[in-house]
């Protein structure tokens, strides 16, 4: 069971690093939004699975607050940003 979470472990954090190139290497702002959104979803899934490891439930408001937030900042990020060529 162990070497099942050790694996759970080493993907998000490898799908974290190249999330993280992208924020950083990403040509537009949207990539970069885009990049962000998954960043957050990988850290709401971190929180998860060691909220499944450990049995402990107090982290599942925070899960829910973590994803409230990040919808509401995209869908306003997406409203309000201005487009790349106009800069």
Do not use: K
């Amino acid at each position: 069971m162990t070497v099942m979470w050790f694996f759970i472990a080493i993907a998000l954090l490898i799908s974290a690093v190249l999330v993280m190139a992208r924020i950083l290497l990403g040509p537009t702002t949207l990539d970069r939004l885009v990049a962000l959104d998954a960043l957050i979803a990988l850290c709401m899934c971190g929180l998860a699975a060691w909220t499944a490891y450990s049995g402990d439930t107090t982290v599942v408001p925070g899960i829910v607050a973590l994803s409230l937030v990040s919808f509401v900042g995209s869908v306003a990020i997406a409203r309000f940003r201005v487009r790349d060529d106009q800069a």
